[in-house]
């Protein structure tokens, strides 16, 4: 099993910055890699971005690009998402998940219980 614990949610107004925190912990060995997933309400959890194990590979959605970067720090088996430049369309749950990988919510095996982030225009 893999425990992951969210954190850094919030509000802030448009334009402002962000950064989310993931810990993992338990059987990380067992990873390959993470990724944030957001839900805004009445809408499905889309991707937003995901970082292999080794901290070599990353992908963003398009909507995040440019924006959003994806990073691990190895030594606390934590990983983060530094939000800039946030607009209103960014409110939403935010889902830290760990697995096989892949752009899908199927590769990830495990989830964070989400942190909110509200963007005020």
């Known amino acids: 099993q893999v425990q992951l614990v969210e954190s850094g949610g919030g509000l802030v107004q448009a334009g402002g910055s962000l950064r989310l925190s993931c810990a993992a912990s338990?059987?990380?060995?067992?990873?390959?890699?993470m990724g944030w997933y957001r839900q805004a309400p009445g809408k499905q959890r889309e991707l937003v971005a995901i970082?292999?194990?080794?901290?070599?590979?990353?992908y963003y959605a398009d909507y995040v690009k440019g924006r959003f970067t994806i990073s691990r720090d190895n030594a606390k088996d934590t990983v983060y998402l530094q939000m800039n430049s946030l607009k209103p369309e960014d409110t939403a749950v935010y889902y830290c998940?760990?697995?096989?990988?892949?752009?899908?919510?199927?590769?990830?095996?495990?989830w964070g219980q989400g942190t909110q982030v509200t963007v005020s225009s």
């Open positions: 998940a760990a697995g096989r990988g892949g752009t899908y919510p199927q590769g990830y095996k495990y």
């Open positions: 338990g059987n990380i060995f067992s990873i390959n890699a």
């Open positions: 970082i292999s194990w080794s901290g070599g590979s990353t």
